[in-house]
């Protein structure tokens, strides 16, 4: 008997030491509950930071863009002596073809809407030669996101909505002015 008692005090002793693995290899529910809190909060934390990069990258596309139709247009204006004629949002003046992908014109915004040729347009009750607009087409309704606006405006101009070459004009549309 005493070889039966000692043999089983020896595999009485092994799954206690394998159950003692098993246990310290496992994580208990309070760990897992802690982990995850933790990475929730740096997802919430980090959230607002992502946005704004987000705003950041679509204001620097837009401005881009604000820019480089600004150039072709006064181009074409300055070689030919005058303004292409005007054409309905989302469609590119036949008298730029060459001088703008159309592709980039085309497309909807980043801040929603297609851009839009104004000539001899009136905007916020003043007459403006030429301007580049951004309204809402049946692709897109313009995203008036006014911290999205207002970073397109720091990046161009002066800051403020409500004055210099890019503010809101009819019907709260972006306008970007070309010529007065």
């Not at 529910?29 to 987000?54: D, F, H, R, Y």
């Amino acid at each position: 008997m005493p070889v039966a008692i000692n043999l089983r005090n020896q595999l009485l002793r092994k799954h206690a030491a394998r159950d003692r693995l098993r246990r310290a290899a496992a994580f208990t529910l309070v760990e897992i509950m802690v982990t995850v809190t933790i990475i929730s909060l740096l997802a919430a934390m980090s959230l607002p930071a992502w946005q704004s990069v987000k705003r950041k990258t679509l204001a620097t596309s837009m401005a881009n863009d604000l820019r480089t139709f600004a150039g072709a247009f006064d181009t074409y204006a300055h070689e030919t002596g005058g303004w292409p004629a005007e054409v309905d949002a989302g469609v590119l003046p036949p008298e730029m073809i060459n001088r703008l992908k159309s592709v980039a014109w085309l497309r909807v915004t980043p801040a929603g809407g297609q851009y839009n040729w104004d000539y001899k347009q009136m905007h916020a009750g003043t007459k403006y030669t030429a301007a580049i607009a951004i309204s809402s087409t049946s692709l897109s309704p313009v995203n008036m996101d006014p911290d999205l606006l207002l970073a397109i405006d720091r990046l161009i101009d002066d800051g403020n909505l409500a004055t210099g070459n890019f503010f809101l004009g009819a019907d709260g549309e972006p306008v970007y002015i070309i010529a007065q």
